[in-house]
T-cell receptor
Framework: GENVGLHLPTLSVQEGDNSIINCAYS??????FIWYKQESGKGPQFIID?????DKRQGQRVTVLLNKTVKHLSLQIAATQPGDSAVYFC?????????????FGKGTKLSVKP | ETGVTQSPTHLIKTRGQQVTLRCSSQ?????VSWYQQALGQGPQFIFQ???????GRGNFPPRFSGLQFPNYSSELNVNALELDDSALYLC????????????????FGPGTRLLVL
């Protein structure tokens, strides 16, 4: 399958530990943010999203934090499992801009050691 | 699985040729966006289709064009292929945002891997 992880920042964690993946976004006008997971040979899979009127949102084992002051987004994965190994992308979108114009970050490769 | 399907899964073309990639959106979604993902990079927005019309375009030349059909499926056409067009082409579908309102989540298909020789 394709290797989407070439030349990407890598985070290596032990199974069962918590993972934190960080992302700096570019546009202060962005008001919608999404985290995607991409496994080798597959398309990006939606994990969780957050709008700019919130600073934290929780899902199942995942939490997204948004700091608009410093334009920073993070994804926390609790009790990381081997199946969480993938490349993680943050994406931003702007209210009033093109509906489709998701701007993706460079991605972080998460490697989970059993 | 998202319910977004793409065909073909892989394709090999030579420089100068033309290619058509296809996408079927998830049930209930009438907006389709196309992205290009080079190896080791994040996806880059090409364009979006809504109600059979282009609804936004990224920084791609006119030889990248598209269509959307009444059943909301979509095609991406690339003319005069160049070596740098080699990439994974992703289709994403979404519900339309409320007029002047919030963005909707985009759900991606598995992609078409295009290799230009």
């Amino acid at each position: 399958g394709e290797n989407v992880g070439l030349h990407l920042p890598t985070l290596s964690v032990q199974e069962g530990d918590n993972s934190i993946i960080n992302c700096a976004y570019s546009n202060s006008a962005s008001d919608y943010f999404i985290w995607y997971k991409q496994e080798s040979g597959k398309g990006p899979q939606f994990i969780i999203d957050i709008r700019s009127n919130m600073d934290k949102r929780q899902g199942q084992r995942v939490t997204v934090l948004l700091n608009k002051t410093v334009k920073h987004l993070s994804l926390q994965i609790a009790a990381t499992q081997p199946g969480d190994s993938a490349v993680y992308f943050c994406a931003e979108n702007s209210y009033g801009g093109s509906q489709g114009n998701l701007i993706f970050g460079k991605g972080t490769k998460l490697s989970v050691k059993p | 699985e998202t319910g977004v399907t793409q065909s073909p899964t892989h394709l090999i073309k030579t420089r100068g040729q033309q290619v058509t990639l296809r996408c079927s959106s998830q049930s209930g979604h009438n907006t389709v966006s196309w992205y290009q993902q080079a190896l080791g990079q994040g996806p880059q927005f090409i364009f979006q289709y809504y109600r059979e019309e282009e609804n936004g375009r990224g920084n791609f030349p006119p030889r990248f064009s598209g269509l959307q059909f009444p059943n909301y499926s979509s095609e991406l056409n690339v003319n005069a292929l160049e070596l740098d067009d080699s990439a994974l082409y992703l289709c994403a579908s979404s519900r339309p945002g409320l007029a002047g309102g919030q963005q909707e989540t985009q759900y991606f298909g598995p992609g078409t891997r295009l290799l230009v020789l």
